[in-house]
């Protein structure tokens, strides 16, 4: 159909890179060594997921939200946080 319509694009490259992520993913909780370590390795891939969506630099956020955490006030930890991250 792609051939009658412009807009449309004869392969889905671009689809396949947004989802490579996710595989490579898979792949790596099979070694994540337990239920529990699967779990905190797929959190720590949606934060760096967040900090890329966001611009925000992962090693930065890191190190700032590792020096911070411990004096930060419990009911603001929301602000540490990629998409409300300030540098």
Same mark, same amino acid.
């Given at each position: 159909?792609? &051939? ?18 996710? =595989? +490579?993913?898979?792949?790596?909780? +099979? #070694? ?5 370590? =699967? ?16 611009? &925000?630099?992962? #090693? ?13 006030? &419990?009911?603001?930890?929301?602000? +540490? +946080? ?6």
């Amino acid at each position: 159909y792609y &051939v009658n319509d412009g807009m449309l694009h004869p392969d889905n490259n671009p689809c396949e890179r947004n989802i490579r992520p996710v =595989a +490579l993913g898979r792949k790596n909780f +099979l #070694f994540a060594g337990s239920e529990k370590g =699967a779990q905190r390795l797929a959190m720590l891939y949606s934060l760096i997921g967040t900090c890329a969506m966001n611009n &925000v630099n992962p #090693f930065e956020w890191l190190k700032d939200v590792f020096d911070r955490i411990n004096n930060h006030p &419990v009911n603001r930890l929301n602000e +540490l +946080l990629p998409h409300n991250w300030k540098s």
